[in-house]
């Protein structure tokens, strides 16, 4: 980023946090010649908007559906760039199909259809953690008596 005082190209980040309304993360910077200070904001660049069951939509907001994914796949075989790529898949799918918003239920039907192809215990998991999505409330279920059957002996 140039300073905007000298334009000199280098600076260190101070300080990073995420805006008020959590849409930015809002970066102090410091000019590495001048030692200016200045505060830049970076904002997600997807244009894609989820619609909430009550109808609220809100960004496509892809550290919430990872952190769901992370949870799932705690101690399985699955890479964070695996999981990132997922992400990306998706998001790219609903894009390519030229919608610019989806109803919340689907990302969650999606995130299962992925994740069941790379891990079925992964995929029960994030079942149950997802139960908050309509479609998913069946999984639940399904995933308690799948929790309960492979519950490892002690
Ligand atoms: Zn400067």
Redesign the pocket.
């Known amino acids: 980023m140039k ?1 905007p ?2 334009g ?1 190209p280098k600076d260190k980040v101070i300080d990073s946090r995420l805006s008020k309304d959590g849409q930015a993360i809002r970066r102090r910077r410091e ?1 590495l ?2 030692r ?1 200070r200045y505060t830049t904001y970076e904002y997600i660049e997807s244009s894609l908007m989820i619609v909430k069951k009550d109808g609220r939509r809100e960004p496509f907001d892809r550290q919430k559906i990872m952190s769901g994914l992370r949870k799932a796949c705690e101690k399985r075989p699955i890479g964070i760039d695996l999981l990132e790529r997922l992400v990306d898949n998706i998001e790219n799918e609903i894009q390519a199909q030229g919608h610019s918003e989806v109803q919340a239920p689907l990302i969650g039907e999606m995130v299962m259809n992925a994740l069941q192809k790379l891990d079925g215990v992964a995929y029960v998991r994030f079942a149950s953690v997802y139960r908050s999505f309509r479609e998913a409330a069946d999984f639940a279920e399904a995933a308690k008596s799948f929790a309960q059957k492979n519950e490892p002996k002690k």
């Open positions: 300073c005082a000298c000199f000019c010649q001048c200016r």
